[in-house]
């Protein structure tokens, strides 16, 4: 190489050095576009879908609309769902007929260490009392503290609206 | 030797029992190295400063995606497809529902099919855009990632509008996708258009055309064509030497036979025609979007008929996508029960880095990182 | 199509056309062991490329699958070749297309089939001391090889060193078990 094709070179060089100190150079002086998360928080995460919740009951309003069947417990690729329920046994009036048997839901507990947030549980609901939460800042120290139960914490935001 | 008695692990021992010329440095390269994108590391006997022979180990982060196909059902796997590859997770559910699809001979609406367009190429754009941010992090430039990242906080502001996060996507079902786009995603999707073209050629002055960067790609890594097709790269990297050949036009799926883009190809063969193939591409895709959105018919979003249990006919389908990273490939066999009888995921990595070992002999150390980072390496893809 | 006469002139068990449409790939070529490398070499002749490796544990033993395809002439091809289940061996091709070198050891890390003549033959996504082969299914599981060629034409009765396509037992002449007909139907007997 000789002599004038380096010099041609370095030109060459500093001319594109030039040219992207520009660019930044024009994005120096425009606001920031980061965020110091800690003090400030984005508003860009409304629509991320969260864990997985029972919803408020359409027909009940004080209760959710859960018929138990365990749809989502088994559609569930890492089975973070378990339905938990205690039937009840009434003596019919008339003896002649069977016993009258009625579940009563006592929690869905959700560990949200497992959920992958698919939807399949939502999607596949009959009675759609599942959805998602869209509840973004939760994170725990502890994995045991990352598990929920569903079912009280509708309930706990029912007895706080009402 | 005394290299033999300090010496490593399984892998290390291998690379040492076939080395013809002892004396040489054996250097472990990862699995934390940050030029690595993750836990891929790389045994490299080095003469000088030169490579004499590199054999990269992998497996760090398998998860025996295939395993767990056989004890799911079909519905079940759905959100596995996210996790195979991080950056163009919607390629990977696409090729996956595709391929039930096919075997279940499931149509598909119409409406669904350009939403799947849509943002898988838009899932497509962010994958280049990381790659893009982070190959020029590892050839020593910072700034380049932060604006990659800014606009691609836009597409995943987007995306995430839809299908409710922000990496990894379970959206496609089988039969259409899960949700339906509205106005404002659509609006927001050409205001992205019209952003990515006003930055790229703000790219090409910030960067491409940057003499440091040219010296750092250019002539390094050269692939010729014929040891391509031995390896059987895929994707950029083989746009990058110079076929022309892309799963969107070679095996048509969807409606990409009704939209007009072209397949970039660089005849150099370097790292940096890999470069300009993958910038060219987020061109593309812009136009691809940009089309999809002004056809984009009404109707339904899932198919009427979709089955909601999956239990397909007896017998095997292949079913292939273009990712960001090359071929993406489903093979799936069917007992005809409600799980997968086999099914294996074709991963575009992980042909595109074993061709690695004998790119990188005779190179510069650090050009080594280049031609890494130039092959765009996804490791959970390539571990599985 | 080129892909008829692509192994004109080589040693094979069958040869199956495949309903693209329905499986993806245009030809499924059945192998004994003894034959793969030739095909092989065949298709880097003719300019193929290895898109992968993988088996298929069955009743009749572990298949390897090799799928290979084409750039300028797009058209998946299947090469397959049966192995026994005790002692699974077949040899390497990986001096033909290096890029199965990878894919070989990967499909012994799950099948545990040992490719013979393999360059660096160890394990690659298994622990080094892992000796199980995770996708290999207990014996209940197990289904016939023949029963899930559904989206290939019927094979003509064939036989090689394990393959062994028997007639099908229609009821009709052999005549009607000809390639054409005998897709026909199985597409009706699936609908």
Redesign the interface.
């Known amino acids: 190489m000789n002599l004038f094709e380096e010099i041609r070179e370095a030109v060459k060089g500093l001319y594109s050095l030039a040219v992207g100190m520009g660019v930044t150079g024009r994005y120096f002086v425009k606001p920031e576009v980061t965020v110091h998360y800690p003090r400030k928080t984005v508003d860009n995460i409304q629509t991320y879908s969260g864990h997985v919740e029972l919803l408020q009951g359409k027909k009940n309003p004080l209760e959710s609309d859960c018929i138990m069947c365990g749809t989502c417990e088994r559609n569930c690729p890492s089975g973070c769902l378990t339905v938990k329920y205690e039937e009840i046994v009434e003596e019919n009036p008339e003896p002649e007929k069977k016993k009258k048997k009625t579940k009563k839901m006592t929690g869905l507990i959700y560990d949200y260490s497992y959920c992958s947030l698919c939807g399949q549980c939502i999607e596949n609901c009959p009675v759609d009392a599942l959805g998602f939460s869209n509840h973004v800042y939760w994170a725990e120290f502890d994995r045991c503290n990352i598990t929920l139960d569903l079912l009280a914490r509708l309930r706990e935001k029912l007895s706080k609206s009402s | 030797m005394t290299t033999q008695n300090l010496a490593g ?3 290390t021992q ?1 690379f040492l029992s ?1 080395q013809d010329e002892s004396g040489r440095v054996i250097l472990n390269m990862g699995p934390q190295h940050p030029s690595t994108h993750g836990v891929l590391r790389v045994i490299i006997e080095m003469e000088g400063e030169y490579i004499s022979r590199a ?1 990269p180990v ?2 760090y982060l ?1 998860r ?1 995606h ?2 767990m196909g ?1 004890v ?1 059902t079909y ?6 497809m ?2 195979v590859d991080y950056l163009h997770a919607l390629a990977w559910n696409w090729a996956y529902i595709g391929a039930v699809e ?2 279940c ?1 499931i149509e598909v609406p119409r409406r669904a099919e350009f939403i799947r367009v849509i943002t898988c190429e838009m899932n497509r754009i962010c994958s280049h855009l990381v790659w893009w941010g982070a190959y020029l992090l590892d050839l020593g430039a910072f ?1 380049p990632i ?2 990659a990242f ?1 606009d691609r ?1 836009q597409a995943l ?1 987007l995306l ?2 839809i299908t ?3 990496l ?1 996507y ?1 959206y496609y ?1 089988f039969g259409g996708v ?1 949700t339906d786009i509205d106005n404002q995603f659509i609006s927001g999707a050409r205001d992205f258009c019209k952003l990515m073209k006003s930055r790229l050629p ?1 790219y090409k ?3 491409t ?4 960067l040219r010296k750092r790609c250019e002539e390094i890594g050269e692939l010729p064509l014929e ?7 895929t994707g950029p990297v ?1 746009r990058g030497s110079g ?1 022309k ?1 892309d799963v969107r036009r ?2 048509p799926y969807s409606v990409y036979p009704e939209l007009d883009f072209d397949i970039p190809v660089f005849n150099e063969c370097d790292a940096m025609a890999r470069y300009r193939v993958r910038v060219a591409e987020m061109e593309q895709s812009v136009r691809i979007i940009e089309q999809a959105l002004s056809k984009l018919p009404k109707g339904d979003v899932m198919a009427p008929k979709a089955p ?1 249990r999956i239990k397909p ?8 996508v273009e990712g960001a990273r090359g ?1 993406i ?1 489903v ?1 799936l ?3 005809g029960s409600s799980t997968p ?2 099914l ?1 995921l ?1 991963s575009p990595s ?2 595109n880095l ?2 690695f070992a ?1 790119l990188a002999q005779g190179t510069l150390l650090a050009d080594a990182v280049s031609i890494l980072g130039s092959l765009d390496l996804v490791i959970p893809e390539i ?2 | 199509m080129t892909a008829d006469k692509l192994f004109d002139g080589l040693q094979i068990c069958a040869r199956t056309k495949c309903h693209p449409d329905r499986c993806g790939c245009v030809m499924s070529v059945f192998l004994d062991r003894g034959q793969l490398k030739d095909a092989a070499k065949r298709l880097l002749e003719k300019k193929y490329y290895i898109e992968d490796v993988t088996g298929l544990d069955v009743a009749e033993g572990i298949e390897v699958l090799y799928h290979f395809d084409n750039f300028d002439n797009p058209g998946r091809i299947v090469l397959r070749v049966l192995t026994g289940r005790e002692n699974p061996e077949v040899p390497t091709i990986s001096d033909i297309f290096s890029g199965a070198q990878w894919h070989e050891r990967e499909c012994f890390d799950f099948f545990g089939v040992k490719f013979t003549g393999h360059p660096q033959f160890r394990p690659l996504l298994m622990p080094a001391d892992f000796t199980e082969h995770p996708l290999l299914k207990p014996e209940k599981n197990r289904q016939s090889l023949y029963e899930m060629l559904s989206g290939c034409e019927k094979v003509s009765p064939a036989k090689g060193e394990r393959y062994c396509f028997e007639a099908p037992p229609a009821p009709e002449p052999p005549e009607a078990s000809a390639p054409k007909d005998a897709g026909q139907s199985q597409t009706e007997k699936k609908e």
Do not use: W
């Open positions: 692990d399984f892998y291998c076939e054999e992998i497996g398998h025996m295939e395993k056989e799911k519905h079940q796997y759905m959100p596995n996210g996790r096919k075997l001979q700034t932060m604006y800014d906080e502001d995430q509008m409710g996060s922000r990894t379970c079902r899960r703000m002055d910030l960067v055309d940057n003499y440091i040891m391509a097709r031995r390896y059987g790269a083989l076929q050949y070679a095996e909601k006919p007896k017998g095997d389908v292949y079913f292939a071929k490939g093979y066999a069917s007992d009888y086999r294996k074709r992980y042909s074993s061709l004998e571990d599985r």
